[in-house]
Every structure is written in C-alpha cells, then in structure tokens.
C-alpha cells in the first residue's frame, strides 16, 4: 500500500512557477512508477507527465513539454514536478500517481493503469 501526498500548488501570475512535490509513504515506495496528472474545471483528468522508477526516463505530454520538468528523490520517497512559465489554461487539480512498474524503465500514460492516487493540489494560474 502507499500512500500519495501533494504540495506546492497555489495562486500565482501568468509567467510565474511552481514546483509541485508529491511525497509517497509505503515501504517500497521508492521503486513505484509515478505520474502526475490535472484536472481542470469541467473536463476530464489529463496526463502531464510521468517517469520511470529509476528516474532515468521521462515523458511529457505535448501541452507541457518544454515548460514542465518533472523528477525523482528515491532516497526521500518524493516526485517533483517543475512548472515554468505558467499559464491560465494551467489552471487545474494537479494530481500525482503511483504504481508497481514491470521494468525499471516502464512509463504510463493512462490513468487506468495507475494503482494509487493523492489528494491534489490546487493550482491556479492568473491572467
């Protein structure tokens, strides 16, 4: 079992940025595949971003690319996501993921295959 916190979000001006932390407790939390993903009002949950256990690979979606960074502490069991260069359409419940990878290296995408989920951390972005 783990169990997923996020932090960092807030409200902040277009331009601006925000380094969002979600922290996992669980035993072998550090070995879990992670993702983080948004939600803004009125539409559905969208990918952002996600990297592989060993942090060594990356994938973003193409909304973000450029702007987000996201990365791992394993040894402080913490996921971080970067965001640079705010925009209001970043505006959004920004939610972090977690499961048991099959390989090091496995990346997902897909919200299904995620097995845990945090609360969410609020962002908003003014114009």
């Known amino acids: 079992q783990v169990q997923l916190l996020e932090s960092g979000g807030g409200l902040v001006q277009a331009g601006g940025s925000l380094r969002l932390s979600c922290a996992a407790s669980?035993?072998?939390?550090?070995?879990?595949?992670m993702g983080w993903f948004r939600q803004a009002p009125g539409k559905e949950r969208e990918f952002v971003a996600a990297?592989?256990?060993?942090?060594?690979?990356?994938y973003y979606a193409d909304s973000v690319k450029g702007r987000f960074t996201i990365s791992r502490d394993n040894a402080k069991n913490t996921v971080y996501l970067q965001i640079n260069s705010l925009k209001p359409e970043d505006t959004a419940v920004y939610y972090c993921a977690a499961r048991r990878p099959i390989t090091a290296m496995s990346l997902y995408r897909a919200s299904y295959e995620y097995e845990y989920w945090g609360q969410g951390t609020q962002v908003t972005v003014s114009s």
């Open positions: 990297i592989s256990w060993s942090g060594g690979i990356t």
């Open positions: 669980g035993r072998t939390a550090s070995s879990y595949a």
